[in-house]
């Protein structure tokens, strides 16, 4: 393994000049990230790298490189991170725009602590207030598409639909995300009777509630629920990376028969079960959005779940 090391380029250009016009010429300057500054490209990928993905933060960084024997300080650090996502911009929007322009999006949010030093300065707490962060997800290696994944964030400062309208203003097909109602619009049908997105929702959400139940009082019931549930994640791990159509035909053969076994089972429960109980919740949590979990028997390419989007969200923070 070869350790990060620091390097200096010292960079000399000639100056040459002419009696007889009495003019100067210089080799021009080579061109950098940053104007006027310097920082090369490495050691602006390494500190990007290191505070976005390594989640370290800038004085941590400053006291790396004070053992390399360069000191730099945080303010220097922060002002070249600013100045660098200016000069990555270009390539953001394309991302962002290959993205945003798949036909399944999957999608989700999570509260983000955000420093607000005003609200310290009025008194008001530590200065920290609550944003939110969206994330939307391309991966087609589960069914083996072509297209390479990726995610874009959007950051909000609170949980308003509007944000999620604005953010999927240009894109239609099916949509992969939690019962957040935001979405509610998206899947509506509109004047010409079509809508925008087919909503594709998500197992591991239902299967969490039975999940809680089962972990607080051992219902049998839960338990059943979830082994259930479990006997359709057995067929999605024997098929994940495979073409839609393989996907869809085991799905309709395994998949689909112990789908509709749980279904008459679920509304079964619900007859023998206190109506204002948690268990009875989750089984409603489920059984009113049908339709949109038993998607995936529909299409090859729809997951069972929206997990794949929930790992680029956990890896921004540090556990």
Same mark, same amino acid.
């Given at each position: 393994?070869?350790?990060?090391?620091?390097?200096?380029?010292?960079?000399?250009?000639?100056?040459?000049? +002419?009696? +007889? +016009?009495?003019?100067?010429?210089?080799?021009? &300057?080579?061109?950098?990230?940053?104007?006027?500054?310097?920082?090369?490209?490495?050691?602006?990928?390494?500190?990007?790298?290191?505070?976005?993905?390594?989640?370290?933060?800038?004085? #941590?960084?400053?006291?790396? $490189?004070?053992?390399?024997?360069?000191?730099? %300080?945080?303010?220097?650090?922060?002002?070249? +991170?600013? #100045?660098?996502?200016?000069?990555?911009?270009?390539?953001?929007?394309?991302?962002?725009?290959?993205?945003?322009?798949?036909?399944?999006?999957?999608?989700?949010?999570?509260?983000? #602590?955000?420093?607000? #030093?005003s609200?310290?300065? =009025?008194?008001?707490?530590?200065?920290?207030?609550?944003?939110r962060? /969206?994330?939307?997800?391309?991966?087609?290696r589960?069914?083996?598409?072509?297209?390479? %994944?990726?995610?874009?964030?959007?950051?909000?400062? !609170?949980?308003?639909?509007?944000?999620?309208?604005?953010?999927?203003?240009?894109?239609?097909?099916?949509?992969?995300? !939690?019962?957040?109602?935001?979405?509610?619009?998206?899947?509506?049908?509109g004047?010409?009777?079509?809508?925008? $997105?087919?909503?594709?929702?998500?197992?591991?959400?239902?299967?969490?509630?039975f999940?809680?139940?089962?972990?607080?009082? =051992?219902?049998?019931?839960a338990?059943?629920?979830?082994?259930?549930?479990?006997?359709?994640?057995?067929?999605?791990?024997?098929?994940?990376?495979?073409?839609?159509?393989?996907?869809?035909?085991?799905?309709q053969?395994?998949? =689909?028969?112990? &789908?509709?076994? $749980?279904?008459?089972?679920?509304? *079964?429960?619900?007859?023998?079960?206190?109506?204002?109980?948690?268990?009875?919740?989750?089984?409603?949590?489920?059984?009113?959005? /049908?339709?949109?979990?038993?998607?995936?028997?529909?299409?090859?390419?729809? *997951?069972?779940?929206t !997990?794949?989007?929930?790992?680029?969200?956990?890896?921004?923070?540090?556990?």
């Amino acid at each position: 393994m070869i350790a990060a090391q620091m390097k200096v380029i010292e960079v000399a250009r000639l100056k040459k000049s +002419c009696r +007889c +016009c009495e003019k100067m010429v210089q080799v021009p &300057a080579p061109s950098r990230p940053i104007p006027g500054s310097m920082a090369g490209a490495g050691l602006l990928a390494y500190i990007l790298v290191s505070k976005f993905d390594d989640h370290l933060p800038l004085y #941590r960084l400053n006291e790396i $490189f004070a053992r390399m024997g360069v000191d730099i %300080p945080d303010s220097t650090m922060v002002d070249w +991170c600013g #100045r660098a996502m200016q000069v990555l911009q270009p390539l953001i929007a394309r991302i962002e725009a290959a993205i945003m322009a798949s036909d399944l999006l999957h999608a989700d949010d999570t509260p983000i #602590r955000v420093l607000d #030093r005003s609200l310290r300065d =009025k008194g008001l707490g530590k200065g920290v207030k609550k944003g939110r962060l /969206w994330t939307y997800v391309r991966d087609q290696r589960p069914w083996a598409g072509t297209s390479p %994944p990726g995610a874009v964030y959007y950051f909000a400062p !609170d949980w308003k639909e509007e944000h999620v309208h604005r953010h999927l203003g240009q894109s239609s097909g099916i949509l992969q995300a !939690d019962g957040y109602k935001g979405y509610g619009k998206l899947y509506s049908s509109g004047a010409d009777g079509l809508s925008r $997105f087919k909503e594709a929702a998500c197992w591991a959400h239902w299967r969490r509630g039975f999940h809680d139940i089962w972990t607080s009082n =051992k219902s049998e019931i839960a338990r059943e629920a979830l082994d259930r549930i479990g006997a359709l994640y057995d067929i999605e791990r024997g098929i994940n990376g495979q073409p839609p159509e393989i996907r869809l035909a085991a799905r309709q053969m395994q998949s =689909k028969p112990k &789908a509709e076994a $749980f279904r008459h089972w679920a509304e *079964a429960q619900l007859t023998r079960i206190p109506g204002k109980s948690d268990l009875a919740a989750a089984f409603r949590y489920g059984l009113s959005r /049908w339709a949109s979990l038993c998607l995936f028997l529909e299409d090859g390419r729809v *997951a069972i779940d929206t !997990d794949v989007v929930e790992q680029p969200l956990l890896s921004l923070f540090v556990v």
